[in-house]
Nanobody, 121 residues
Framework: QVQLVESGGGLVQPGGSLRLSCAAS????????MGWYRQAPEKRRELVAT???????NYADSVKGRFTIYRDNTKNTVYLQMNSLKPEDTAVYYC???????????????WGQGTRVTVSS
């Protein structure tokens, strides 16, 4: 089994910064793409940013220039640095990873439990 555990959410004032972390653990052979999604109250979950195991990153238009996604493959961890936060960034942020299991060799998506980010004065 594979687990994704997020951390780093919280309350921040508009214009502030937060860094989210997501660590993957368990029976892991390979991790392919990793990413962050978010879901605001009464809205659908949406993509924030993704990063493949190699290659270029991808961002939602609403966060380009403010958020940066990066990963540390030695720690099986993906990060989301969020700067210049706005009230509309308020949401539960979910980590996602495309993982091949070392136990079953099956490949599938895994999700974290979510971490809440609130941007408010």
């Amino acid at each position: 089994q594979v687990q994704l555990v997020e951390s780093g959410g919280g309350l921040v004032q508009p214009g502030g910064s937060l860094r989210l972390s997501c660590a993957a653990s368990g029976s892991i052979r390979s991790i392919y793409a990793m990413g962050w999604y978010r879901q605001a109250p009464e809205k659908r979950r949406e993509l924030v940013a993704t990063i493949p195991s190699g290659g270029s990153t991808n961002y939602a238009d609403s966060v380009k220039g403010r958020f940066t996604i990066y990963r540390d493959n030695t720690k099986n961890t993906v990060y989301l640095q969020m700067n210049s936060l706005k009230p509309e960034d308020t949401a539960v942020y979910y980590c996602n990873a495309d993982v091949r299991s070392a136990y079953s060799d099956a490949r599938r998506d895994y999700w974290g439990q979510g971490t809440r980010v609130t941007v408010s004065s």
